[in-house]
């Protein structure tokens, strides 16, 4: 009874504000959907940063990307493995629940369930524990300097709706498993879910008991989403969208060409990269033993390539060519490891003949046409410049849905790959998933066989390495040793680029999420 | 007859099941969903671990048997990427494609049956062969140029019409239609349009072909040698005669204009059927995918079926023959 | 009026000059395609051979252009010119291969079908009807599909073409298969028939001495039909992603590619392929309806 009287009175709130208030709407599009409302039932970046706007963390990420108190207004380890977090005091869910210490416990207990979708990302943590209304502790496998990165993507969910709706185990779109939670979003953030349809669309109305103060002037959002970049530019252009995100780097001039509508940009986490492959043969020489096994033929795969070429001609003079694996905001970068090998295709053919090959020889270049910006034109393009030094290059491009499963299957020699340290934004995610051998654990993405000792050692070292600052040397090492021998040939750093009416003002983050809490409309 | 009756519907199962399997089969084999669902940094083992969750690693027969026996208790599974039953999903997108088809449909009879006839009473006078022009450079140009080019004039350019989606729908129970709104039937005219486009042509040509060959007949001649008005025999004795097998046909054909919507809406964004399924596809969403194969299936059995029982009936010497 | 439409006055005098244009349109595009090897300025196939630094040129006739690439250049810096005639020179193999191996299987099974009717047509006629409740575009991610999961590479440059004929001689085939049952049906009703029989002649000699020569008519026009869909369809399926790699185009993955910069005011990469495929199809186009007027039988879809 309470609850609906507290409903009608928001909604008779909300039509007085409709009045009063004038109404600000953000319309705008993305190529992939929200897949699902329960935060713990997948792993996919795109939903996590449209859920933020429906919850809050214990810690977020600010405007600059650092970490910033949400829920929890203070923390601090209490043991190695232990952590003390102090929560807010008045914040409230949607419903109108209050927050408190239950909420993160039943929140934490629903996401480390063994069935849960997301419990891989949040792997070290054991569990939390209340104690008291406003204070909570985090238990971790040994020292764990991550934690608090790993926290941002964990959002807080209301307690007593769960338990009314029957929603307290976890949803997993792997395994088909839905609850309430999956088509109904209640949390403490900035917006609420008006309605929920997907692929026709999402609409967010704004939450006017939100416990920080709005640095956006938003009173709605209407998501659509538009898979055709085409459909979605031209819907942009005739005034039916206020925001595309992305937009298509090949139609960012005739946008900013045309009256009213402006292009934003800013260079993105996400490196672009070759995988090496170190295996004892190629696929495209069977019976022979694998040339790229040697450092100066790898060298001279790296110098064949003209880098400013496909920057200029294929990204629009947009990406950021690069020497290392990671991005220059993220933990691990270094101003010297950021060195290309030139472009020099003479040394690269000296290169060859001294190891052995002065006529070439035969690789094959797999690469998805739908994953990263202009993918297909990038490895057209390698492949004609290794083509020219000798390399003779068999191209092969293909959709996402099979390309990922076929590089799992170690089923390509060199393949193309992108890799934006998400969700911790660390350089350690590279060490782990990329560098390491495929063992214990380790090397999750490592399709070319890499296995180096040295490498193996140092990731894990830095896994416990409590002390900020020689966590950053290891990674740094690891990342030389990697840039030396040429573990990977990094392509490009990916440029993000968006679209906007006149008048809207949107904030863009390198980790490509979209947060339109700091975003305003005129 | 009741002979006739049930081993058509026999054999219509019999392809049903057939339907099943190469569905089944061939989306098993056209993409891995563990790879479009497992975290960009899983580990081999959780890679596996989820494997066995879906069930995919298990042999393709105990698999297909499952999917069996799922589908005829009419339950298709969770849609991977939606995680929505997906029957649901389907029965949410139905009136978005049937809604362009029957645009579509309309659209094209009602313009080609005019422009057929009009080319079969005058063949050679300057507007059908006109018409006769047009038409030819009209199912010479894909679908997806003219949906595109659409697009730029009327949408871009002139600022006429939405570029994509449905507009403003109205629930009608668990219907939503497009009818009933002025952004909604405007959003439906350009996807109503480049669909069309594909019928027409069809429509015309039929209707053309038809209106020659019974203008053609011996009835007709005696109906002119008796001196009935022109208008007569033209409309009311040979149209008539000619619409039979275009009504028949445009049957017929709404099958494939559902699954030929796939390009249209692909190219429009409209939230039919057609672009579940390329979404589904991209996604290597298994369940959707084999409901949509079946969905289409069981829709071209069921017309072709009535259509065989409807000759049967009509057409004694075909009874006699499929008996 | 209408005697000038009948057949037999066209007969007489031949195909009009609108015909004959087209067919000779058609001959000399087909001939361009087929030379491409020896006409073309420059070798798109060969990777080596093109220069990123030359992407995206404007066509010689423009003010920005350059002489050495009369159409311009695509995003790779290939030579526009060679590589639409490359391009059509797939198109028109795949659309050729596909209406061959359609119409090859078709006409045995129309055959078969219309001349033992019972089990035999119930059967294959079934079969056709599964086929079509398979879109052309369905099929090919079937087919490409499987084959992927069979041998890994099959979306290569040596397999794509063989896959794509496969995928739409798939679907195409049961409509040379309907028409040929139902003229075979007929002409199994007529007293030739019937007296061929009474006198023994093996079933086979009848089918393809006697009823294969009266069917054969129609199935040369649904061939040239055919072959424009098959063109389309290929076009199509590369447009979708599922068809021909970028490396080795057909006039379809040339629009596609280009279709992402018609936007940005690159127009050239996508016309000129889309003026090439719509030439060559409206061509053959018009005479395989000439064809169908001429013979004038009664292509229906109904059986």
Redesign the interface.
Known sequence: MKTKLVACLSVAVGALMGVSAEAKTLRWSSPTDITTLDPYAHTESFTTSMLHHVFDPLVRRNRNLELEPALAVSWKNVAPDTWRFELRKGVKFHNGDAFTADDVVASFDRLLDPTSRARGNVATIVKAVKVDDYTVDIMTQGPYPLLLNDLAGVYIMDKKWMQANNALKPGNIATGVTTAASTTAVGTGPFKIESYKPDAGTNFVVNTDWWDKPQHNLTRIEFKPVKSDATRVAALLSGELDLIAPAPLQDLQRISAAPGFKVVEEPSLRLIMLTVPFRPELKAMPGQKNPMLDLKVRQAMWHAIDFEAIKKRVMRDKSRNTGTLVAPPVPGYSKDNDQPFGYDPEKAKKLLAEAGYPNGFKTKLNCPNDRYINDEQTCVAIASMWTKVGIQTDLQTESRATYFPRQDRFEFDVSMVGWATLPPMDGFSVLASLLAEQKEGYGGSNSGGLANPQIDALTRKAAVEMDETKRRAMLVETLKIARDSVAYIPIHQQPLAWAVRDGVDVPQFADEYVRLWFANVK | MLKVLLSRLG?AA??ML??SA?SF???R????P????A?????????AE?RR??GIDQPVVVQYGRFLARTLSGDL??S?????PVTQ?IAERLPATLELVIIATILSLSLGIPLGVLCAL???GVAARLV?ALS??G???????TG?VL??VF??TL?WL?????GQVVELGWWSTGFLTWSGLKSLLLPGITLALYQLTLIMR?VR?EM??V??SDYIRFAKARGLPTRYIHFRLALRNALM?VI??TG??I??LI??A??TE????W?GMG??F??A????DIPVMAAY?LF??????II?TV?DIL?AVVDPRLRA??A | MKTLASPGLITRIGAPISVLAAAALALIIVACALLASWIAPYDPTNLASFDLMNAELPPAFTADGDAHFLLGTDNQGRDLLSTMLYGARVSIMIGGGAVLVAATLGVMLGLLAGYFGGKVDALIMRIGDVILSFPTILLALLVSGVARAVFPGAATAEWAPIILICAIATNEWVQYARTVRAATMVETAKDYVRAAKVIGLPSRRIMLRHILPNVMSPVLVISTINLAAAVLTEATLSFLGVGMPPTYPSLGTLIRIGNEFVFSGIWWIALFPALALVILVLAVNIVGDWLRDRFNPKLRVKR
Do not use: C, H, W
Request: avoid cysteine; hydrophobic fraction near 55%; charged fraction near 10%.
């Open positions: 054999q019999l392809v057939v339907v190469v089969v061939m989306f084999y056209v993409g891995d563990v790879a479009s669902m975290r960009e940094n899983a580990s081999v083992e959780e890679k989820l969750t879906l599974g969770i991977f990427r939606n995680q929505r999903l005058k063949p050679n006769q030819l450079i199912i010479s140009t894909p679908t997806f140029v595109i697009i730029l949408a871009v600022g939405p570029s994509f989606g449905r039929l072909a020659i060959d203008l053609s097998p028949t046909v017929l054909q099958g494939s699954a030929f796939i390009i692909t190219v429009f964004q939230p672009l579940l390329i979404q596809v991209s996604f290597v194969l289409v299936g069981l829709l071209f059995v072709n259509v000759y023959r499929s």
